[in-house]
Protein backbone atom coordinates (compact mmCIF):
# COMPACT_ATOMS: atom_id res chain seq x y z
CA UNK A 1 0.00 0.00 0.00
CA UNK A 2 1.66 3.50 -0.78
CA UNK A 3 2.09 6.11 1.69
CA UNK A 4 2.93 9.59 0.99
CA UNK A 5 4.71 11.40 3.62
CA UNK A 6 5.72 15.19 3.05
CA UNK A 7 7.66 17.48 4.67
CA UNK A 8 10.06 21.05 4.11
CA UNK A 9 6.94 23.07 5.56
CA UNK A 10 7.95 26.46 7.97
CA UNK A 11 6.96 29.60 8.87
CA UNK A 12 8.54 31.87 6.31
CA UNK A 13 9.02 35.50 4.71
CA UNK A 14 7.21 37.33 1.47
CA UNK A 15 9.56 36.55 -1.11
CA UNK A 16 11.06 33.55 -0.01
CA UNK A 17 11.55 30.44 -1.63
CA UNK A 18 10.64 26.65 -0.40
CA UNK A 19 10.92 23.54 -1.47
CA UNK A 20 8.24 21.20 -0.53
CA UNK A 21 8.99 17.15 -0.84
CA UNK A 22 6.93 14.09 -0.56
CA UNK A 23 8.61 10.34 -0.38
CA UNK A 24 6.34 7.64 -1.13
CA UNK A 25 6.55 3.96 0.14
CA UNK A 26 5.07 1.09 -0.79
CA UNK A 27 5.65 1.54 -4.20
CA UNK A 28 7.69 2.54 -7.35
CA UNK A 29 6.77 6.73 -7.72
CA UNK A 30 7.54 6.23 -11.82
CA UNK A 31 4.60 4.43 -12.70
CA UNK A 32 2.65 7.57 -10.91
CA UNK A 33 1.23 10.76 -12.09
CA UNK A 34 1.74 13.40 -8.76
CA UNK A 35 0.13 16.26 -7.66
CA UNK A 36 0.32 19.17 -4.84
CA UNK A 37 -2.62 20.52 -3.43
CA UNK A 38 -3.23 23.37 -0.93
CA UNK A 39 -6.15 24.17 1.55
CA UNK A 40 -6.25 27.89 2.77
CA UNK A 41 -7.57 28.55 6.25
CA UNK A 42 -11.15 28.87 5.71
CA UNK A 43 -11.22 27.67 1.84
CA UNK A 44 -11.68 24.69 -0.03
CA UNK A 45 -8.72 22.60 -0.84
CA UNK A 46 -7.46 23.72 -4.54
CA UNK A 47 -5.02 21.56 -6.91
CA UNK A 48 -1.87 24.53 -7.68
CA UNK A 49 0.01 21.70 -9.36
CA UNK A 50 -0.14 18.10 -11.05
CA UNK A 51 2.78 16.28 -13.01
CA UNK A 52 2.13 12.80 -15.57
CA UNK A 53 3.60 9.68 -14.94
CA UNK A 54 6.62 10.47 -17.37
CA UNK A 55 6.72 14.17 -16.44
CA UNK A 56 6.11 15.07 -19.78
CA UNK A 57 3.12 16.98 -18.89
CA UNK A 58 2.22 19.61 -16.07
CA UNK A 59 -0.53 21.71 -15.31
CA UNK A 60 -0.40 25.02 -12.92
CA UNK A 61 -3.08 27.08 -11.77
CA UNK A 62 -3.07 30.09 -12.59
CA UNK A 63 -1.96 31.36 -9.42
CA UNK A 64 1.03 29.40 -9.18
CA UNK A 65 2.38 30.40 -12.41
CA UNK A 66 5.94 31.42 -13.02
CA UNK A 67 6.36 30.94 -9.06
CA UNK A 68 5.80 27.00 -8.35
CA UNK A 69 7.65 23.96 -9.95
CA UNK A 70 6.69 20.51 -9.56
CA UNK A 71 9.03 17.72 -10.36
CA UNK A 72 9.87 14.22 -8.99
CA UNK A 73 12.65 11.91 -8.64
CA UNK A 74 11.91 8.38 -9.46
CA UNK A 75 15.31 7.31 -8.51
CA UNK A 76 14.75 8.58 -4.62
CA UNK A 77 10.83 8.41 -5.09
CA UNK A 78 10.04 11.43 -4.46
CA UNK A 79 8.19 14.66 -5.52
CA UNK A 80 9.36 17.70 -5.21
CA UNK A 81 7.19 21.42 -5.09
CA UNK A 82 10.07 24.48 -5.32
CA UNK A 83 7.68 27.74 -4.50
CA UNK A 84 9.57 30.87 -5.44
CA UNK A 85 8.66 34.41 -4.31
CA UNK A 86 5.97 33.18 -1.70
CA UNK A 87 3.25 35.03 -1.00
CA UNK A 88 0.83 35.67 2.34
CA UNK A 89 -1.85 34.16 -0.30
CA UNK A 90 0.73 30.58 -0.04
CA UNK A 91 -0.09 30.18 3.51
CA UNK A 92 -1.95 26.97 3.81
CA UNK A 93 -1.50 23.01 4.06
CA UNK A 94 -0.17 21.71 1.08
CA UNK A 95 -0.92 17.81 0.66
CA UNK A 96 0.76 15.85 -2.34
CA UNK A 97 -0.88 13.20 -3.83
CA UNK A 98 -0.81 10.28 -6.78
CA UNK A 99 -3.03 9.38 -9.02
CA UNK A 100 -3.88 5.87 -7.00
CA UNK A 101 -2.76 3.57 -4.63
CA UNK A 102 -1.16 1.13 -6.85
CA UNK A 103 -3.93 -1.54 -6.60
CA UNK A 104 -6.31 1.07 -7.88
CA UNK A 105 -5.62 3.64 -9.93
CA UNK A 106 -7.05 6.18 -12.18
CA UNK A 107 -5.81 7.07 -15.63
CA UNK A 108 -5.89 11.16 -16.02
CA UNK A 109 -4.35 14.03 -17.30
CA UNK A 110 -2.34 16.71 -14.95
CA UNK A 111 -5.05 19.09 -15.32
CA UNK A 112 -7.38 16.27 -14.40
CA UNK A 113 -5.57 15.14 -11.53
CA UNK A 114 -5.54 18.82 -10.09
CA UNK A 115 -9.52 19.27 -10.06
CA UNK A 116 -9.84 16.20 -7.99
CA UNK A 117 -9.26 18.30 -4.84
CA UNK A 118 -12.59 17.51 -2.98
CA UNK A 119 -14.84 14.33 -2.64
CA UNK A 120 -16.75 15.78 -5.37
CA UNK A 121 -14.69 16.09 -7.60
CA UNK A 122 -13.16 12.69 -6.93
CA UNK A 123 -10.50 13.27 -4.54
CA UNK A 124 -10.87 9.18 -2.81
CA UNK A 125 -9.75 7.98 -6.35
CA UNK A 126 -6.28 9.61 -5.04
CA UNK A 127 -3.55 8.88 -2.78
CA UNK A 128 -2.81 11.47 -0.32
CA UNK A 129 0.00 12.58 2.83
CA UNK A 130 -1.13 14.24 5.75
CA UNK A 131 -0.34 17.17 4.61
CA UNK A 132 2.46 20.02 5.64
CA UNK A 133 2.09 23.48 6.86
CA UNK A 134 3.22 26.73 5.05
CA UNK A 135 2.77 30.05 6.79
CA UNK A 136 3.98 33.10 4.72
CA UNK A 137 3.91 36.13 7.03
CA UNK A 138 6.69 38.96 7.82
Known amino acids: QVQLVESGGGLVQPGDSLTLSCVMTGNQLNYFAVGWFRQAPGKEREGVSCLSFNSATTYYADSVKGRFTISKDNAKNTMFLRIDSLEVEDTGTYYC???????????????????????????????WGQGTQVTVAS
Open 97 to 127: ATNGDGDRMVVVSPEQMCSMASPDSGSRALA
